[in-house]
């Protein structure tokens, strides 16, 4: 099964597009890649809840070599913003409803696995789901950030089309 982050950013695009508390839509947008370009152009005028979606990492183990396995870790954010970073009260209940909604989307994946139209999910492993709780009061911004795993067969079956075997190498 191949896949690619293109297909993780749609597949996440349409999460934040069809979660009611999101709300993502063309006119008003919720989701970000958490790529340099956005960051510096984008995030500076966020509507919130947020939806943000980290670039992955990812590594290869080998499994007695036939059986080599491509482990992508990866992550995303709910973000929220507070008015009063004082306001502790208010702050509990943004992360909690921020909890909420992760729950929700984890949920979501789960069911997702099992449909083929959703092809970046599934093989995601929900038991490599890790929240944590964050906080940046320079920009009063609060949410959970949620990282994962999702593990996938990579062929090693090499393709010739891809090498010109032909090709006279340089000497320097």
């Given at each position: 099964m191949s896949n690619n982050?293109?297909?993780l950013i749609h597949y996440f695009r349409t999460i934040a597009s069809q979660h009611v508390d999101i709300g993502h839509s063309i006119s008003e947008k919720h989701f970000y890649r958490f790529e340099l370009e956005e960051v510096l152009t984008g995030l500076k005028k966020v509507n919130y809840p947020s939806l943000i979606l980290e670039g992955y990492r990812y590594s290869?183990?080998?499994k007695l070599s036939d059986h080599v396995m491509k482990e992508r870790s990866g992550a995303f954010m709910?973000?929220?913003h507070l008015n009063d970073i004082s306001d502790y009260d208010a702050m509990h209940e943004l992360w909690d409803k921020l909890e909420m909604i992760c729950d929700d989307i984890i949920v979501r994946i789960k069911s997702d696995k099992r449909?083929?139209?959703a092809k970046a999910v599934r093989d995601f492993d929900l038991g490599s789901v890790n929240v944590a709780l964050i906080a940046n009061e320079n920009d009063k911004n609060y949410g959970v950030r949620c990282t994962f795993t999702i593990s996938s067969p990579l062929s090693t079956d090499m393709n010739p089309e891809n090498w010109n075997y032909n090709t006279n190498v340089p000497h320097s």
């Open positions: 982050f293109s297909d290869l183990t080998d709910l973000l929220g449909n083929p139209v």
